[in-house]
Nanobody
Framework: QVRLVESGGGLVQTGGSLRLSCAAS????????MGWYRQAPGEQREVVAG???????NYVDSVKGRFTISRDNAKNTFYLQMNSLKPEDTAGYYC??????????????WGQGTQVTVSS
């Protein structure tokens, strides 16, 4: 069984920074694309950033220049560095990954989420 566990959320003032981590564990052969999503109360979940196995990244327009997604393949962990945070960044943040298990099954896995709150 493969799990994703997020950490690093919390309460920060406007303009502050947080670094989210997402660690994958279990019977992992390889991890393909990884992504961070967020969902604010009453809103739909939206993709924030993604990174391919080759390191190509993409971001939603609202976070470009402020957020950076990265991955450490040796640790099966990926990160979201969030700078210049704004109150509208307040949401639950979820990591997502396409994982190939040691039994060569491909699964889409979600983490349980971590809350980010930005005070004005």
């Amino acid at each position: 069984q493969v799990r994703l566990v997020e950490s690093g959320g919390g309460l920060v003032q406007t303009g502050g920074s947080l670094r989210l981590s997402c660690a994958a564990s279990g019977s992992i052969f390889s991890i393909d694309a990884m992504g961070w999503y967020r969902q604010a109360p009453g809103e739909q979940r939206e993709v924030v950033a993604g990174i391919t196995s080759g390191g190509m990244t993409n971001y939603v327009d609202s976070v470009k220049g402020r957020f950076t997604i990265s991955r450490d393949n040796a640790k099966n962990t990926f990160y979201l560095q969030m700078n210049s945070l704004k109150p509208e960044d307040t949401a639950g943040y979820y990591c997502n990954a396409d994982v190939r298990t040691r039994l060569q099954r491909v699964c889409e896995i979600w983490g349980q989420g971590t809350q980010v709150t930005v005070s004005s």
